[in-house]
């Protein structure tokens, strides 16, 4: 009786700030936001091409490095730096994996785990003079990016590298297992759809326990009209992207690798010791040292795993263009970047969140599609791409200086 009294009184308690509790939703759902309005606004600027079936399957190849990259990249923008490295990084991987199966023909499982291998002692490389010699990130990832993009050039004597097999292209280009059948005259695969039903099931479940247990714990609840509101669009976007999928050839092989990436990313910065250091180490890293962190030993790992991520995009790349390139990576490391800040890191360190790197990774990919559909070129694009990170940077900025 006692307890159901409390919770009575904990959900009567709620409506009392019901302005403040609006606006910290809108803040934490701002980015989604954002990235639908970005689609729709260029849905309608394509006359459609950009929800075709074909193009939402290249969206989720075409930007699945940037997506592995920005969850490596967050955990360095949470220590207030960046890694300049990882474009160089994923060129030299992917072209010292297509040297070793074209030209050595040695088997793919091999040649991925060395990769793999050589990306984490590239990390280890860098975290030694970053943490051990003490020389600033900055400088440190910005002498490997050069110094990484000369041994690609070197190792490729400034050649393509390929064709790759089929059993190593399907890794960035394949497909996970296929069941089509005919619905209504449309030939969709089952698998997609499928899946999409059962995530968002697996969402609706995740929302009812988190909202018994905070008030089973006495913690305050949001109206329930907000997680119904939440829960609906996001499931309204998840069967839409899985139902283009479906109708054109299931889902990708690399889909299923971020869904992989996020969740255990997600699950080490939110509940892990390890995880919880590098929030600490960005938000003070004086207070974190003098509460026993070894600060070192994070931004050693920090960017050890960073290598390891950059390799596994340099094969990621290489499978999805079947080859390797010299030029291959460039950029990339400024589209993960900005991702990380789109999607709500703090410049100043110790605030982000996997699912907002993913998110602003999302809309660097937006933005890319979009305004190639419609024909802008290269040079314009990257006029809008530097005005919308500017514009990120600027209201994160704004907000701290306002909340101070």
């Not at 949470?78 to 300049?84: E, G, K, Q, R």
């Not at 999409?196 to 009812?208: R, Y």
């Amino acid at each position: 009786m006692s307890n159901t009294a409390e919770n009575t009184a904990t959900l009567h308690n709620v409506p009392a700030q019901p302005k403040k509790a609006a606006m910290s939703n809108l803040k934490q759902y701002g980015m989604m936001i954002a990235l639908f309005l970005i689609y729709v606004i260029f849905t309608v600027l394509s006359d459609g091409k950009n929800a075709a079936a074909m193009n939402i399957n290249n969206l989720v190849m075409q930007n699945s490095y940037i997506v592995i990259l920005s969850i490596g990249m967050l955990l360095c923008c949470l220590t207030a730096n960046v890694d300049l490295s990882v474009g160089s990084v994923v060129a030299f991987c992917g072209a010292a994996a297509a040297i070793m199966v074209v030209d050595y023909h040695i088997s793919i499982p091999v040649t991925f785990a060395v990769v793999l291998v050589m990306g984490v002692l590239i990390g280890m490389w860098q975290g030694f003079f970053i943490a051990v010699l003490k020389v600033p990130p900055f400088i440190v990832t910005l002498a490997n990016m050069l110094l990484f993009r000369g041994f690609t050039m070197v190792i490729l004597n400034g050649q393509t590298k390929g064709p790759l097999p089929q059993e190593f292209t399907q890794f960035g280009a394949g497909y996970l297992p296929q069941v089509f059948m005919q619905v209504g005259g449309t030939r969709v695969e089952l698998l997609a759809l499928v899946a999409g039903i059962v995530v968002s099931v697996v969402l609706v479940l995740l929302e009812i326990r988190s909202r018994r247990n905070k008030i089973k714990h006495h913690f305050a609840v949001l109206p329930i009209w907000q997680p119904i509101v939440k829960l609906t669009v996001i499931i309204g976007i998840l069967n839409f992207i899985t139902y283009k999928l479906a109708v054109y050839m299931g889902l990708p092989f690399v889909l299923l690798l971020m869904l992989v990436l996020i969740l255990v990313y997600s699950f080490i910065t939110d509940k892990t010791v390890a995880g919880r250091q590098v929030y600490a180490v960005g938000g003070n890293v004086n207070a974190a040292r003098l509460s026993g962190i070894n600060t070192d030993k994070v931004m050693f790992w920090v960017y050890t795993n960073m290598g390891l991520l950059a390799g596994l995009a340099g094969i990621v790349l290489a499978a999805r263009n079947a080859s390797a390139t010299p030029k291959a990576g460039d950029s990339f490391e400024l589209d993960a970047i900005a991702a990380c800040y789109i999607g709500g890191a703090a410049v100043q360190g110790g605030i982000g969140t996997i699912s907002g790197a993913v998110i602003g990774a999302l809309i660097m990919g937006i933005l890319n599609n979009g305004m190639s559909l419609i024909g802008w070129s290269i040079d314009i694009q990257r006029v809008v791409k530097g005005l919308v990170l500017l514009a990120a940077v600027t209201v994160d900025l704004y907000n701290k200086r306002k909340n101070a």
